[in-house]
């Protein structure tokens, strides 16, 4: 190497290090930090595969975090405003299964148009958990520190099995990292916030490409701390749905609030990742969807079920 190349390779570091100029690496990092900027990088994802309509479009979002990289995790509210029946939907927590994208955001258009038949409830839908995940390049299944927010709820069995299991079960693979710590992440935050303020009777969370309908919620083992008719309706709900139990794991959202909140909690794995059957999905599941929206699960306290004074 040269005296010049060494010279001009000192400076551009002495300047980038007294943050004059950013290295091509950082340069190259082109964030949506706003929600108008974000929506636009949605939209060209959306007519780079023919998906049709704008997806932000005409809709009131709420940003409720930002995500490692600054992006807006946002999410919408509709029907009734003070109703108890809240159905919460997450999308897109893994950022590589690209169909749930879709899927969430037809969600919120047809909330939009459909609510009015159900006066009595509200819905609530976050479709892009990790944005970070879903618009840089390559996409990933984790956010932008490496960790599966499917994986980072503290639960209580994390700090004993999380990354105990991760290392023996799963030989450390990096797509199943549960993070240095529970709920470390931006991304699990804004899902637990969003459970804690709106108190959903019951949570759809869309991913691909597993082709079932898990449940995680109260089950006979609980019986002693939630009233039976509530049981019941929530073994109903999630037989209406065609929904199998098959285990969770530590950290997991269906470990969280279907065992230990008792909130029926159904994850819709959609047949396919590939995005050319994205529309083909809604049709499949839409009214699946509706019926989760629109079904009303009693009180789960004891109490409430026999009445106030006794
Ligand atoms: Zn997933």
Not at 37 to 61: F, N, S
Not at 88 to 108: C, K, N, S
Not at 214 to 223: M, V
């Amino acid at each position: 190497m040269n005296f010049k190349v060494l010279t001009a390779i000192s400076v551009l570091s002495l300047l980038a290090f007294t943050g004059h100029v950013v290295l091509p690496s950082a340069a190259a990092e082109n964030i949506e930090k706003d929600l108008p900027t974000m929506c636009v990088a949605l939209d060209g994802a959306y007519k780079k595969r023919k998906w049709g309509q704008d997806p932000c479009d005409a809709i009131e979002w709420v940003t409720g975090g930002k995500s490692v990289k600054g992006r807006p995790l946002i999410y919408a509210e509709f029907g009734a405003r003070e109703s108890d029946n809240v159905t919460l939907i997450f999308a897109m927590v893994h950022g590589d299964e690209i169909t749930p994208l879709y899927t969430g955001f037809q969600m919120t258009q047809w909330a939009k148009k459909n609510m009015s038949k159900y006066p009595k409830a509200k819905l609530v839908v976050a479709p892009l958990v990790n944005p970070d995940g879903f618009l840089d390049f390559p996409k990933t299944r984790m956010n932008a520190n490496g960790v599966d927010c499917n994986r980072n709820f503290a639960t209580a069995d994390w700090e004993k099995r999380a990354l105990k299991e991760w290392k023996t079960k799963l030989h450390s693979a990096p797509r199943r990292f549960p993070g240095h710590k529970p709920e470390s992440e931006p991304e699990t935050k804004f899902q637990k916030m969003l459970v804690e303020k709106f108190k959903p009777q019951k949570i759809v969370s869309i991913h691909s490409p597993l082709n079932m309908t898990d449940y995680d919620g109260p089950d006979h083992l609980k019986l002693n701390q939630f009233s039976s008719e509530y049981v019941k309706r929530c073994e109903e709900l999630r037989s209406k749905v065609k929904a199998k139990s098959s285990g969770f794991f530590p950290g997991s959202l269906g470990n969280y609030t279907g065992q230990e909140l008792g909130i029926p909690t159904i994850t819709l794995e959609l047949p396919t990742a590939e995005y050319q059957y994205a529309d083909k999905y809604w049709q499949m599941f839409k009214k699946g969807l509706e019926t989760v929206v629109s079904y009303e699960v009693p009180p789960k306290d004891k109490k409430a079920e026999k009445g106030p004074g006794q």
